[in-house]
T-cell receptor, first 112, second 113 residues
Framework: KAGVTQTPRYLIKTRGQQVTLSCSPISGHRSVSWYQQTPGQGLQFLFEYFSETQRNKGNFPGRFSGRQFSNSRSEMNVSTLELGDSALYLC???????????FGEGSWLTVV | QKEVEQDPGPLSVPEGAIVSLNCTYSNSAFQYFMWYRQYSRKGPELLMYTYSSGNKEDGRFTAQVDKSSKYISLFIRDSQPSDSATYLCAMSAEGGSQGNLIFGKGTKLSVKP
């Protein structure tokens, strides 16, 4: 069974630009969540989607948004990038009805 | 006081040692406890999942939960260089939703051959 797939793995963006990250969950998993990981703050929850609906949202500004498609694939978007957005962005999936989550390898974003 | 506290390390041990990794928490409502292992430049990998108090063993790994002390531990027996990674604890009060998970910041472990 394939794991959680995230693309792209590495990207460099300029301050002010926007970025879209993609996540394909484990087959059969309907819940997808996104996390930001930095050395200083650790893993911070961004948002969770279940059956195309945002179910939970973390404490991040509105520049961070996401969506989920009918096939459970998800995207997150960050607009007007700031230097502080440089981080590892992790997607995780679960079957739904469970808080046991499985992470992808992450997308490394560097903002210059 | 932070909800979940975890000593960041780094923790360095010789191969074959018993490793003890710990997290403390403040929310007495937490009842689901997890340990994740994260290798450098990789995503976290679920190692252990425990509900409520008690011990759970899986090979060389033992997870222990003491709800009265609000303290969880992960023990690694006969540690190997391949165990070198960052270990994250995670916990939540409710099942069913990923948004309720609170993570520790991780302890970096290095096992020297």
């Amino acid at each position: 069974k394939a794991g959680v797939t995230q693309t792209p793995r590495y990207l460099i963006k300029t301050r002010g630009q926007q970025v879209t990250l993609s996540c394909s969950p484990i087959s059969g998993h309907r819940s997808v969540s996104w996390y930001q990981q930095t050395p200083g703050q650790g893993l911070q929850f961004l948002f969770e989607y279940f059956s195309e609906t945002q179910r939970n949202k973390g404490n991040f500004p509105g520049r961070f948004s996401g969506r989920q498609f009918s096939n459970s694939r998800s995207e997150m978007n960050v607009s007007t990038l700031e230097l502080g957005d440089s981080a590892l962005y992790l997607c995780a999936s679960s079957p739904g009805g469970s808080n046991t989550i499985y992470f992808g390898e992450g997308s490394w974003l560097t903002v210059v | 006081q932070k909800e979940v506290e975890q000593d960041p390390g780094p923790l360095s041990v010789p191969e074959g040692a018993i490793v003890s990794l710990n997290c403390t928490y403040s929310n007495s409502a937490f009842q689901y406890f997890m340990w994740y292992r994260q290798y450098s430049r990789k995503g976290p990998e679920l190692l252990m999942y425990t509900y409520s108090s008690g011990n759970k063993e899986d090979g060389r790994f033992t997870a222990q939960v003491d709800k009265s002390s609000k303290y969880i531990s992960l023990f690694i027996r006969d540690s190997q260089p391949s165990d070198s990674a960052t270990y994250l604890c995670a916990m939540s009060a409710e099942g069913g939703s990923q948004g309720n998970l609170i993570f520790g910041k991780g302890t970096k472990l290095s096992v020297k051959p």
